[in-house]
């Protein structure tokens, strides 16, 4: 990975953000602080928010590549890939199918289970399945009285809830059951929380997330005072370079490429860590984990933002190998 700051000739850049899904708020912020950090590198950057009409503001807008700061549905799932693609405009980060994959929780457990990857023990509903209280106190007792509950497609933690009784787990999964797809039942592990960012082909340094709530939800991520992380943490080298290896490995097995950010949690008992999740457009607000990693690494946000804009060069040779054929 060539972290050089020396700018390439980018040409107009648009940076994707807003959209319409529940994490606009988050990307309105990712995406304003991007636009700055590549303004201040005299780089012709504009933010366009794609909920106003995505197509018709790239084809009027004459840009050249596109930085995509959406997070959730409609910005990480494959979506706006598929449409950047179509308009051969090459954009940063994963493309259409590790986007799509890296977005369902479910289809990524299935993949990394097969490579022996660790994943939480889970049962699996539909969205629309009717679940009875006595099939709900069997899931409780073969996931061991204590569950999380969560949307199988949905980011920010948006949906999740923590039950450990019959109405509990009613009430959670019809919770997440807004939010379409399925609905993931894990067995809830106690312990703490790390993250892996992921920048071109190599892992930044780990991250450790102490939540100021009992678990690490949309609240604790973005509204509530007290969440703490630390870098480095208070892992030994060995269990970080073990966390490392682990997140390029499911990063790559789901087809995702040039940054983003794999999440885990340890069992405090018995110290093994757990794959929870891949984020293929990671948060880049004040308090995100990309940025704090990337400090460690002794990279400046402004540096930051230029190395992911560079991924979209491999984006942009695939689609001018693609007008050559």
């Keep these: ?3 050089n700051s020396n700018n390439t ?15 606009r708020e988050v990307s309105l912020r990712s995406g304003a602080a991007i636009v700055e950090a590549l303004k201040e590198q005299n780089i012709d950057v504009h933010g366009v928010d794609t909920a106003k009409g995505v197509i018709k503001q790239l084809s009027e807008g004459n840009f050249t590549r596109v930085f995509i700061a959406l997070h959730g549905k409609g910005g990480e799932d494959g979506v706006i890939q598929g449409t950047l693609e179509t308009m051969g405009l090459p954009y940063t980060g994963s493309g259409v199918m590790g986007s799509a994959i890296g977005m369902d929780k479910l289809r990524s457990k299935q993949i990394w289970n097969e490579l022996g990857l660790t994943v939480i023990p889970s049962i699996v509903v539909k969205a ?32 999740i809830a923590m039950a ?22 894990e067995q809830w592990i106690n312990g703490p929380e790390f993250t892996v960012s992921i920048l071109g082909d190599k892992a930044l340094p780990v991250v450790q997330i102490q939540p100021a709530r009992e678990f690490y939800d949309y609240t604790a991520k973005y509204t509530a005072s007290g969440t703490e992380y630390f870098c480095p943490t ?18 790559d097995a789901i087809n995702c490429t040039g940054w983003g950010r794999v999440d885990f949690i340890q069992n405090k008992s018995t110290g093994k860590f757990y794959l929870l999740e891949v984020n293929t457009v990671p948060g880049m607000t004040e308090s995100s984990l990309v940025p704090i990693a990337a400090e460690a690494a002794e990279i400046s946000f402004k540096k930051l933002v230029i190395e992911i804009l560079k991924t979209s060069m491999s984006q942009q040779k695939h689609t001018l190998d693609i007008e050559n054929d």
């Excluded at 009430?171 to 039942?185: C, L």
């Design 1 to 3: 990975m060539n972290l």
């Design 9 to 23: 000739d980018f040409g107009k850049v648009a940076v994707l953000l807003g959209g319409t899904s529940g994490e």
């Design 128 to 159: 629309k399945q009717v679940i009875t209280e006595t099939e709900a106190s069997q899931m409780l007792v073969k996931l061991g009285q204590k569950v999380m509950v969560k949307p199988s497609a949905e980011g920010s933690s948006l949906g």
């Design 164 to 185: 450990k009784t019959s109405k509990q787990l009613l009430d959670a999964i019809s919770g997440a059951a807004v939010f379409g797809g399925e609905v993931i039942i």
């Design 234 to 251: 208070n892992l030994s080298k060995e269990e970080e370079f073990l966390l490392q290896d682990m997140a390029l490995k499911a990063f």
